[in-house]
């Protein structure tokens, strides 16, 4: 199997393990990888991707340009920025997983970091997480508004919609993703009682310890 062929059916795999877990449903969310030549296979519009085929994920140049495979998404502009602000990126993973959404709803929000520390864990796979303001789902001015953000996060809330997050590997693009939304479970759950989140040096120790991008 070549490189190619084997993170095509990574992609699947994923895809369908956010699916089976409730992480994804219907045909929202998207997923994709960037390849060694720049560009990046990534899930097709109308898809489910609890039932995605390897062999028809779209296929993009490095300027995201359609050149196989069947139609992307309307949102691969996100995937885009999102590579073209994070040298180190191999991965992108948008959802709108129900608690994330959630929060995303809410008023009150500090826009520069609209989820508190609550775990170590969250701190390390997701760090500092803004508040995107809303723009309807494909437009441009969505882009933009990701794009300001992208160099110094590789994860975002996009207000009344989800999640998107980048990482050094799909694992990792994932495995942010699902703390992201587990954080956001837990904030909703404590929401309105006395919490006890990470110091500003409990944060900052766990950024040294780990390098965090």
């Given at each position: 199997?070549?490189?190619e ?8 795999r ?10 994804t ?5 998207n ?13 097709p519009t109308?898809a489910?991707?609890g ?22 998404t ?24 129900t608690h ?5 709803c ?14 170590a ?5 997701v760090?500092?997480?803004p508040l995107v ?6 437009d ?8 300001a953000?992208a160099g ?10 989800g999640?998107?997050?980048?990482g ?8 942010a ?25 409990q ?11």
């Amino acid at each position: 199997m070549s490189d190619e062929a084997a993170i095509r059916e990574r992609i699947c795999r994923v895809g369908a393990s956010l699916f089976q877990r409730g992480l994804t449903f219907g045909s929202t969310g998207n997923i994709s990888v960037r390849l060694d030549d720049g560009g990046w296979l990534m899930t097709p519009t109308n898809a489910s991707l609890g039932e995605l085929d390897p062999s028809r994920l779209s296929r993009l140049d490095m300027e995201g340009r359609h050149i196989g495979g069947d139609k992307p998404t309307k949102e691969a502009f996100l995937h885009r920025v999102m590579y073209g602000q994070r040298t180190a990126a191999r991965a992108v993973v948008h959802l709108h997983s129900t608690h994330s959404v959630a929060v995303s709803c809410l008023c009150g929000l500090d826009p520069s970091n609209c989820l508190p520390p609550l775990t170590a864990y969250y701190v390390m796979r997701v760090g500092r997480l803004p508040l995107v303001p809303y723009c309807p789902p494909g437009d441009e001015s969505l882009a933009k508004a990701v794009e300001a953000f992208a160099g110094t996060h590789h994860a975002v809330l996009l207000a009344n919609h989800g999640p998107i997050v980048a990482g050094t590997s799909l694992e990792n693009a994932m495995y942010a993703t699902e703390e992201l939304e587990e954080t956001a479970r837990i904030y909703l759950l404590l929401r309105d009682r006395p919490v006890s989140p990470l110091t500003c040096e409990q944060v900052d120790d766990l950024r040294e310890r780990h390098e965090l991008w």
